[in-house]
């Protein structure tokens, strides 16, 4: 399921929660920091949390604004290369960065939730993302989705196509990786031979 993350201030919290179940009714997951475990090592989780997801939303008051956190978490996302959405709940001078990115005002009764779900899906269609990797050699066939999707970094993936990435399926054998994948709603397949490199999005 596609994941968005929400960041907020705590005192913002019913404002978090409002767009977390509107996002639920459309099939989003929604992720939070209020997610994160005893004993997790916090920054590290919200960074993972932040490459997982399709888009980050900031639910901008004066408070967030001021907010060493909020600030990190929408920076890491534009560092990584993760579409953020700015909503306007109080009126607040954004942060030169964000003052650039079309927000959603959310400060009248009107609510402009279908802009949002559609900002959200145009962020999920132009989302480089890894369906499926194999590693072959003959009939031997090992699935290395997961090990594809490590390597990518700010929705892009530069990796050696070779043995000590993906492992010996078979020995002495010639391999290839096939992999399929989509990026901006486009469902292709990719095939590079042992020692090549992978490349996406081309």
Not at 100 to 124: C, H, K, T
Request: proline share 3%; glycine share 4%.
């Amino acid at each position: 399921m596609r994941q968005v993350f929400i960041s907020y201030k705590c005192e913002d919290l019913e404002l978090a929660k409002l767009v977390e179940s509107r996002l639920e009714v459309e099939d989003f997951k929604v992720w939070m920091d209020g997610e994160i475990h005893a004993g997790t090592e916090w920054r590290k989780e919200i960074d993972k949390e932040i490459k997982k997801s399709i888009a980050l939303i900031v639910i901008m008051t004066p408070a967030a604004k001021e907010s060493e956190y909020v600030t990190y978490e929408w920076a890491f996302a534009c560092g990584a290369g993760i579409r953020v959405i700015p909503l306007m709940f109080e009126s607040v001078k954004l942060h030169p960065r964000l003052e650039v990115l079309q927000y959603r005002d959310f400060r009248n009764d009107d609510l402009p939730w279908g802009e949002l779900i559609n900002d959200l899906y145009d962020a999920e269609s132009s989302q480089l993302t890894i369906h499926h990797a194999v590693w072959a050699a003959k009939d031997k066939w090992n699935d290395v989705t997961c090990k594809v999707n490590e390597e990518m970094s700010a929705g892009n993936l530069d990796m050696d196509v070779c043995i000590d990435t993906l492992g010996e399926p078979a020995k002495g054998e010639r391999k290839m990786l096939f992999v399929v994948y989509s990026y901006q709603g486009k469902v292709n397949l990719e095939r590079i031979e042992e020692d090549g490199k992978l490349i996406l999005p081309k």
